[in-house]
């Protein structure tokens, strides 16, 4: 009884060694603080993040506006700073219209900015052009157009001196009408994309926020959500990367964020406490739109993710500090061991909030140091 007793001692113990190999620093405010720039004006809701080290200078993109939904009075700052720690306002975008998914990309020495414009319904969602700003000596340019109207820039990569960006046409995404249309494009300037081939690369109803990563063989690994249903889990071949292999998951991953790690693939996502989104690959209309509701009156966390490669699964590691309206992570390294990682919130230091409470009160941009240990 005591060896047993013992036994189960050790296994708990090396399961709990194996898991704080992955560790992080205590989340702080970043979004709205004393670390930003007394000329930015916070507004209540503070979302949409990304970040990039670039000639030695992190640079943080982010949306502020009156609630998490389309808003005229929508604005998106970019931010720098050495160290992490000291910040200097870089430009700020405004159209008297929503914007929403900022990305940055280098690629060619430059630095490039993305984000889509959309509506000004508070209750639409109404993508119409994505634009792009670079930065150079004289500072950011003045905004560019891509040709892209109507999709959704969801990650750009680069790979073989190429700038691949994945985004999904989302005209119509709520209603009958949308035509679903998820692709990867490359681009030689970063103002003009083609797709890589002519058919999307997923066509599933509601398939949106095509996350993609190159491993280290130059295979695709991506994770697809699902409006109104679950998710995928992709994989393409080095060879054909037009070609996308997909596993469906009835848990949905939304905001995801993937990043590699010694050879292996991590995913940060937004995770559903209740469990499953759907029961199947392909709702009905009016089974989507009890998923719909189910969703957004539940509550979430955003989490830690690792691919198993060998099964083709996502595996849940751990949950970050957040609550209501959350994810939508950003990252950067730091050292070869450790990256700067945000994230969006509700309030953590509150009481738990269900989704779309969150959506319609405050939310902050937390910061902390996600670690790998030996």
């Known amino acids: 009884m005591k060896y047993a007793l013992f036994l189960l001692l050790l296994i708990t113990a090396s399961s709990y060694s194996l898991a704080q190999k992955i560790t992080t620093t205590e989340w702080k405010q970043f ?18 993040i990304d970040l990039v080290q670039f000639n ?9 506006a009156p609630t998490h939904f389309a808003s005229k009075k929508t604005f998106i700052y ?19 219209a929503d914007m929403r998914e900022p990305r940055f990309a280098v690629f060619n020495n430059q630095l490039h900015f993305y984000f889509f414009e959309g509506g000004t319904k508070m209750f639409k969602f109404e993508p119409k052009h994505i634009w792009t700003s670079i930065l150079s000596d004289s500072g950011w340019s003045a905004t560019l157009k891509t040709n892209l109207d109507g999709f959704v820039d969801w990650r750009f990569r680069t790979h073989d001196n190429k700038l ?3 985004a999904y046409y989302g005209v119509n995404l709520y209603n009958s009408e949308h035509h679903a249309n998820l692709r990867l494009f490359t681009s030689t300037d970063g103002i003009y994309f083609t797709p890589i081939s002519d058919e999307p690369q997923i066509t599933t109803k509601g398939a949106e926020e095509g996350e993609f990563i190159f491993d280290k063989q130059g295979n695709i690994w991506s994770t697809v959500r699902l409006e109104g249903s679950g998710s995928y889990l992709c994989f393409a071949s080095k060879d054909s990367i037009e070609k996308w ?6 848990l949905k991953y939304d905001s995801e964020l993937m990043f590699e790690q010694d050879d292996e693939i991590y995913l940060v996502s937004r995770r559903h406490l209740k469990g499953n989104a759907t029961e199947v690959e392909f709702p009905d209309k009016k089974q989507r739109r009890k998923n719909l509701i189910h969703y957004s009156f539940s509550k979430k966390v955003t989490a830690l ?17 957040s609550t209501g309206d959350t994810a939508f992570p950003a990252i950067a390294p ?18 738990a909030k269900i989704w779309i409470g969150g959506q319609l009160g405050k939310t902050y941009i937390y910061q902390t140091e996600l670690h790998f240990g030996k």
């Open 56 to 64: 030695g200078r992190y640079y943080c993109a982010f949306r502020t």
């Open 164 to 166: 691949f960006l994945s």
């Open 78 to 96: 970019i931010v720098s700073s050495a160290d992490f720690k000291t910040w200097k306002a870089e430009t700020e975008f405004f159209v008297k």
């Open 334 to 351: 730091k050292d070869d061991s450790t990256f700067y990682l945000l994230n969006y919130s509700s309030d953590i230091h509150k009481r």
């Open 31 to 48: 979004v709205p603080s004393d670390a930003i720039p007394r000329n930015i004006k916070c507004r209540n809701s503070n979302n949409n």
């Open 245 to 250: 292999k997909k596993k469906f998951s009835k």
């Open 305 to 321: 993710f690792k691919i198993n490669k060998e099964k083709m699964e996502i595996e849940h590691i751990m949950d970050f500090p």
